[in-house]
């Protein structure tokens, strides 16, 4: 049996005489490909290829521990605890899905073939690799298909045409002979390993190291020395002791060991549900249920029920269940004699349990259920798959019959999540039993239930308002589904509405389906070709190098950084002396050391490399430490003692205004019209007036910021590789700090693991950072950071606040906007105030508006420097208008797709910024949409789902979308490439772009193939560097393919120019044979090409200019259904048309949009980043509290809509970029906001259920705290009123 698991967790000695497969052993570019790779590769399913290894592992893993093909069910939950940030999942899920069981007679030999003999996927119904590759007839018969049980061979060397199964790993036969072992053994800082074969020995152990960790899975006490830094001196691994893994049933209930693993739970529930009696397995369905959502595959094949329990998490989804449950825990002692002690008793305090330090938790009994028991589970977390929840609940019910009387006899009410430890509601116990079960005694028990819950406002956690609103939710829903259930009735007891059972009807998701149509309009050999990315089959089998992969020169060094712990404040002193005598330590270096200027900043130099005598916000740095190990140059690193003298700080940007604390000459104005006269003229039948906040985002790259820096001749040049989208920016911050030329400094960058903006101007200062010790020493430094200090340090997208005031006619028809727009831009300028304007140019979106005017400032706080991230402004800018947009509509009564169509803009109109509106496709793109939605039907069947359901909701909304293409900084928008022609003729490309995921480097060499007539696979591009391509701009912008496509394509025909002379004496059979003739004649087939984009500029003085070529649109529909009484929802559809001219590469092209949509979505309803303000003052001032995966939920694959359709307009033309096409990168983004807009308009039906009719605000990220808490009813006014507004951070 083959399992996934996390490797970051799993102890390498806990793995000791198993069979390690990792993603190099499943198949590689030498030997040949597996299935699961080639077929990932070939949907398109790899961007930046980061995730990728993991993705492939954990398929792999199913399908090989898998008796018989999976489902599509089974194989969308084993990729839950994975996560990728650039694809959306979509082409992922695609690829495996041609490894599940549908129908076998799709998958016989030749049943689906296209024209060209490509083999058709049954499952896609495209051209799938999953096929044979055509040429090769004898192998076709043997394996034309791609079914589990023979899904190879499909795979082939790429250097010697064998076949993949010759290769595949058997499980090595030394291991079946081999005899597991005591273990023990020594390892760092005095940590001993004890992997013992016997119970006995386990306690032996136990008494003679009493403060030892047992250790199963790992997953608590690895996250503990990892992350919570705790240190352990004995680690007792006992997943091999046979009494703790045992699993037997009784006539009284099953005995589940404590190192039984939540995956082998979960198969012996399921196996025992199906057998004994539906009433005496409620618990055990209760179980399943919450495992299902219990952490990710990975994690339950590893974690063990015994850790889950003793961890004593008051969060622990397991624990609320057993006690509710009734099971006991049997305890042994060092003598192995057993005690058993009720769940409800075992928890006493934080963490704390009723165990001695002698004692383990040897197995868990649970009991049988009795007949007429109830019992249900219940769990909200942020994100439905791998997320611990903010309330949980287990809850039983046990009943007797009296006359036609349900009496209860006995009951549990326990949640997780509202106390130190799970919490039994004993009052209401008390209060439930003896009484009979009817709607009078739910609505008495709720005024119980909340004397049991005393959640205190400054409870740590937050959410006070939430988590008490859920416990009365649970409690309702376990109220309605007893009733469901009682007596084995299915009927609902008189009293209680049909309607009411959706708020019991069980979430159930449905596989991903969608469609991606699209025109292939070819240029030449390669553009508008739908390639596959062209590192995919590296990515897919690990072997692609990120930077972190660069071998090290020998005698590296490893850097970390000194960072401030407060937000604003004086630096006193600084004592290094623990960080010098930590081992390993090999140097440190503060502001004093810098041989250069320590003065930078990428617009203006208003921040210090390192802090000299303040620091104005917490992960600042102040030095750098470099040690013999990344590990060693962290302790080092915490071991410097700085004192400070506390200044006041500026924590929100409603502080900042207050305060008048902006960042100087930020102030920004755009106008058109007169809106003072628009206002006080009687033309606007309406004026009103409001507030946006817009939540920022974190980039959540996959790859964290990482560079390795050297010396070169003694320190007179020196090199990095970088992961940055701006090499350029790396080698100028290097030379400027260093005091060296540029000339002498060299950034290279092979590929990213995701950058999304985040990288292009909060990486340098790291680089600069590793520069100084690297340069100091003479040694090579490497400086990669944990992702808890890149999310704290590397800033984020701009929260911004929008005041705006809007004047309308009595038909919609917008007509003056008054709007006053600030963003966060933290403690330094860094692209701000780029960022202000370009939310200042999109606070039109695609309306219309007569007279506007528009104030923008950035806001200078205490936090670190926000940053560029996809959309750069655009989003928040647009979502601003939308808002208004959408509430014109509540206050007209008229729904919100009438207000923005009367208002759109149209052919020749001018924008508030002077620039004209030429070649107009949105118009085309909404009708397009509109049908296809159909958009009539879909609100009637809303409507009417609405109002045959009480706790469930459903909405719907159609946002549009015009981003400009262009930076607005006028300079920026130039690009050089270097191309380089061999006599064997391949082509060797260099431009200034990076590769990032976003599929650059394949469109480029679409571009050059196409130009010099050869086939793609003659294209090669290695590397970005800065001594190929001199002072490139950033990869970002959208503009990269415009911009570096077209650069290429300038120096390809400056070669083909030269090369005509020679191709025309006489027919070349080959390009090679050409390039080689060229040669001969002392042909140069070097050539350095450049682009400027033409026709742009912008003048802020005037306020008027062309500051876009040209602009993406793009309209989507989005249809989203919530539950009200706990704020979870999904997004059932959504369809997204775009223009993009004609595709260079349709393909790539359709995954920008669906990744975009996707981080969109997660902007829009999931991603919330939560600071230390005043907000939030849980948490200690100025530091970030979503700081990883932990608590900063990005989507996951079950956050993908059911179906999701993506169009690209056909028939479009752009005439301003390279072969027709339109930039694809940053556009789409915006239109998740549709998931927004759709989840309020649900809420708008549910708010109508209690008669509130007027506007409400609904912040982004729509969490299921603002779901549920913007859906008044009877057990939210208990706490709140229907205006509650739940805290942000902006
Ligand atoms: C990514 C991730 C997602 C998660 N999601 C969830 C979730 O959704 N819901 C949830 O409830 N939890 C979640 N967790 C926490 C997880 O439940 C626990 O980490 C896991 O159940 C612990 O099991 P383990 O075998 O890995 O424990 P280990 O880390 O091996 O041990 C944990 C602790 O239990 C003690 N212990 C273990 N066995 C015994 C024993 N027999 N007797 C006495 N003490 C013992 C150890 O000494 C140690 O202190 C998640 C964790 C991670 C990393
Ligand atoms: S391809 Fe998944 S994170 Fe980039």
């Given at each position: 049996m083959h399992q996934a698991i996390n490797a970051c967790l799993a102890p390498l000695y806990s793995v000791e005489g198993m069979h390690v497969i990792t993603v190099e052993g499943v198949g590689n570019c030498r030997r040949g490909l597996h299935p699961v790779q080639e077929s990932l590769a070939c949907s398109h399913g790899s961007q930046c290829g980061f995730c990728t290894p993991g993705f492939i592992m954990s398929i792999y893993a199913l399908l090989r521990s898998s008796q018989e093909p999976p489902t599509l069910e089974q194989i969308e939950e084993s990729l839950a605890g994975n996560l990728c940030r650039c694809t959306g999942y979509r082409p992922i899920v695609d690829a495996f899905r041609v490894f599940a069981k549908t129908n076998d007679s799709l998958y016989v030999n030749g049943a689906l073939e296209g024209h060209s003999g490509q083999f058709i996927c049954p499952s896609t119904g495209k051209p799938c690799s999953c096929g044979l590759k055509p040429g090769n007839e004898d192998e076709k018969l043997k394996t034309d298909r791609c079914s589990v049980d023979d899904y190879s061979p499909v795979s082939y060397s790429d250097t010697d045409g064998t076949i993949f199964t010759n290769k595949e790993l058997i499980f090595p036969p030394e291991l079946l002979l081999r005899k597991l072992t005591y273990l023990c053994l020594t390892g760092l800082n005095g940590l001993n390993w004890y992997r013992p074969l016997k119970l006995q020995h386990v306690l032996d152990l136990k008494a003679r190291h009493p403060d030892a960790k047992l250790v199963v899975g790992n997953t608590e006490v690895g996250i503990e020395m990892r992350l919570k830094r705790m240190e352990y001196r004995a680690l007792i691994y006992i997943a091999h002791i046979p009494e703790l893994n045992q699993l037997s049933l009784n006539d009284e209930g099953m005995e589940i060991g404590a190192a039984v693993k939540l995956s082998e739970l979960m198969k012996v529930l399921q196996t025992v549900s199906g057998k004994r009696p539906l009433y005496e397995t409620s618990s055990c369905r209760a179980l399943i249920e919450q495992i299902k959502w219990f952490a990710g595959t990975q994690i339950r094949n590893a974690a063990s029920i015994g850790g889950n329990i003793c961890t004593a998490s008051p969060i622990s989804d397991l624990n609320p269940l057993w006690m509710a449950a009734g099971a006991k825990f049997c305890i042994i002692d060092g003598k192995g004699n057993i005690r058993t002690c009720l769940a409800e008793k075992f928890f006493l305090g934080y963490r704390k349990v009723d165990m001695a330090s002698s004692e383990i938790l040897h197995s868990v009994f649970l009991p049988w259920n009795k007949q007429y028991e109830f019992v249900k589970e219940f769990k909200q977390a942020h994100r439905r798959d791998d997320d611990i929840a903010i309330v949980n609940a287990g809850m039983r019910v046990l009943f007797e019959q009296r006359d036609t009387k349900w009496v209860i006899s006995d009951a549990s009410i326990v949640y997780g999540g509202v106390a130190p430890v799970p919490l039994f509601a004993y009052k209401t116990k008390l209060f439930l039993i003896g009484k009979t079960w009817s709607k009078e005694l739910m609505q008495d028990a709720l005024e119980v239930l909340q004397e049991d819950i005393v959640l205190k406002e400054n409870a740590p956690g937050g959410m006070v308002e939430f988590r008490k609103s859920l416990t009365l939710s649970f409690f309702f829903k376990f109220f309605l589904w007893v009733c469901h259930h009682i007596d084995g009735q299915t009927s609902c007891p008189s009293g209680i509405p049909s309607s009411h059972l959706s708020a019991i009807q069980p979430f159930h998701r449905t596989s991903v389906t969608g469609s991606q149509d699209f025109d292939i309009t070819k240029h030449g050999t390669a553009v508008g070709s739908p390639e596959v990315h062209l590192s995919s089959k590296l990515q897919v089998s690990g072997e692609a190098e990120y930077t972190d992969d660069t071998p090290v020169p020998p005698n590296s060094l490893y850097a970390a950084l000194v960072l401030s712990k407060k937000p604003h404040a004086r630096i006193l002193s600084i004592d290094d002396s623990g960080a010098k005598s930590s081992p390993g330590f090999a140097g440190i270096f503060f502001a004093k050391d810098i041989p250069g200027n320590n003065n930078i900043g990428p617009v203006i130099a208003d921040e210090e490399l390192f802090a000299s005598e303040f620091v104005t916000c917490v992960g600042q740095v102040i030095g750098v430490v470099v040690a013999d190990t990344h590990e060693n140059a962290k302790n080092a690193a915490r071991r410097v003692h700085i004192e400070y003298d506390e200044l006041p700080a500026i924590l929100s940007m409603k502080d900042a205004i207050h305060c008048n604390s902006f960042h100087p000459n930020t102030e920004k104005c755009l106008r058109k019209g007169d809106v003072d006269l628009c206002f006080q003229s009687d033309q606007c039948d309406k004026i009103m007036e409001g507030e946006v906040q817009v939540g920022g985002q974190e980039h959540f790259y996959l790859e964290p910021n990482s560079s390795l820096v050297w010396t070169v001749d003694n320190g007179n040049e020196v090199h990095m590789v970088s992961s940055t989208q701006a090499p350029q920016k790396h080698q100028k911050y290097v030379s400027h700090v260093l005091g060296l030329p540029m000339s002498k400094v060299v950034c290279k960058t092979k590929?990213?693991?995701?950058?999304?903006?985040?990288?292009?101007?909060?990486?340098a200062f790291l680089a600069a950072s590793a520069a100084i010790a690297s340069y100091l020493l003479n040694r090579p430094v490497k400086l990669t950071l944990d992702r808890d200090i890149d999310m704290m340090i590397t800033g984020q997208r701009h929260s911004f606040l929008g005041k705006y005031k809007v004047g309308f006619t009595n038909n919609g028809k917008v007509l003056a906007l008054d709007l006053e727009i600030y963003n966060n831009g933290g403690n330094s300028l860094d692209l701000s105030l780029a960022i202000l304007e370009r939310a200042m140019f999109h606070s039109d979106n695609v309306y219309e508006i007569p007279n506007v005017r528009i104030n923008g400032r950035v806001c200078y706080t205490n936090f670190p420097s926000n940053t560029a991230f996809r959309g750069f402004g655009g989003p928040q800018g647009m979502l601003i208008t939308e808002n208004w947009v959408q509430r014109i509509a509540m206050e007209l009564k008229k729904s919100p797709e009438e207000i923005r169509e009367i208002n759109f803009q149209r052919e020749g109109s001018v924008l508030h910024y002077g620039q004209k509106i030429e070649h107009f496709t949105l118009d085309r793109i909404w009708n397009e949409l509109k049908t296809s939605c159909d958009l009539y039907n879909a609100r009637k069947e809303v409507d009417q789902f609405n109002s045959n359901n009480r706790w469930k909701k459903r909405g719907i909304a159609l946002i549009p979308t015009k981003f400009g293409i262009s930076f607005t900084t006028k300079f920026m928008n130039q690009a050089g490439a270097l191309v380089q022609v061999y006599t064997d003729g391949t082509v060797l490309v260099t431009h200034g772009?990076?590769?990032?995921?976003?599929?650059l480097h394949t469109k480029v060499a679409q571009i050059a193939a196409s130009s010099f007539n050869i086939p793609l696979s003659s294209v090669f591009i290695s590397e970005t560097s800065t001594d190929k391509v001199p002072n490139a701009t950033p990869t970002a912008a959208s503009a990269s393919s415009d911009m570096y496509g077209a650069a290429v394509l300038d120096a390809c025909e400056q070669i083909n120019v030269r090369m005509k002379p020679i191709a025309s004496t006489r027919n070349y059979s080959s390009f090679a044979e050409l390039a080689n003739a060229c040669y001969m004649e002392r042909i140069d087939l070097s050539a350095h090409g450049f682009f400027i984009t033409p026709d742009i500029g912008f003048d802020w003085k005037t306020g008027q200019g062309i500051p876009f070529r040209y602009f993406t649109y793009g309209a989507a529909f989005a249809e989203v259904e919530i539950d009200?009484?706990?704020?979870d929802f999904h997004t059932t559809k959504a369809d997204v048309t775009l223009d993009l001219g004609f595709s260079l590469n349709p393909a790539i092209d359709v995954g920008q949009i669906e990744g975009a949509f996707i981080q969109g979505l997660g902007w829009a309803a999931l991603e919330e980043l939560k600071w230390g303000d005043p907000a939030h003052r849980w948490i200690p001032a100025g530091f970030l509290y979503t700081c990883g995966p932990g608590n900063y939920k990005i989507p996951s694959v079950n956050d993908v809509p059911l179906k999701f359709n993506i169009s690209l307009l056909k028939g479009a033309p752009n005439a301003k970029a390279i072969h027709s096409s339109k930039a694809v990168g940053e556009p789409p983004f915006f239109l998740a906001s549709a998931v927004l807009f759709a989840i309020k308009d649900a809420i708008v039906s549910a708010r109508a259920e209690v008669g509130c009719s007027d506007w409400f605000p609904l912040d982004n990220p729509a969490t299921p705290e603002r779901i549920r808490m913007a859906c008044p009813d009877e057990f939210t006014k208990a706490f709140v009123d229907s205006d509650f507004r739940p805290k942000l951070s902006i």
């Open positions: 590929r990213i693991g995701g950058g999304f903006g985040g990288k292009e101007t909060r990486s772009g990076v590769e990032m995921g976003q599929g009200t009484l706990t704020g």
